[in-house]
């Protein structure tokens, strides 16, 4: 992101998008993981494993999450350069700091 905002071109944020898509899948097949290990089942999807997880209270916005993981499914299926912007205005104003948090209560167990 910050390469991004030095020099605005699009091939850089397209390189932001695509960075948050490997992201968004790591997230919640870990969270999947973890939720697993604490003897849930029934964690097939992205949406419903992050809403065990806010359940559980290893994430504390499910609705943010939800839009991360709408974010995520409009990166593969709807790619128009405003669409773009969009979605790399939200992973950096938002996103970013529901990784973080996840990665800090991941740490915790």
């Known amino acids: 992101m910050q390469a991004y905002q030095e020099n605005p071109a699009k091939i850089i944020r397209d390189g ?3 960075r948050f898509e490997f992201t968004c899948e790591l997230a919640w097949k870990t969270t999947r993981e973890f939720l697993l290990g604490q003897g849930f ?55 970013v700091s529901l990784f973080d948090n996840l990665i800090e209560q991941l740490k915790r167990g």
């Open 16 to 18: 932001v998008i695509q």
């Open 41 to 95: 089942t029934e964690l097939n999807s992205p949406k419903a494993t992050m809403r065990k997880a806010f359940s559980y209270g290893l994430i504390d916005d499910e609705q943010a999450w939800i839009a991360l993981l709408n974010a995520r499914s409009q990166t593969s299926h709807i790619y128009d350069d405003a669409t773009a912007q969009e979605i790399y205005s939200q992973i950096e104003s938002e996103f």
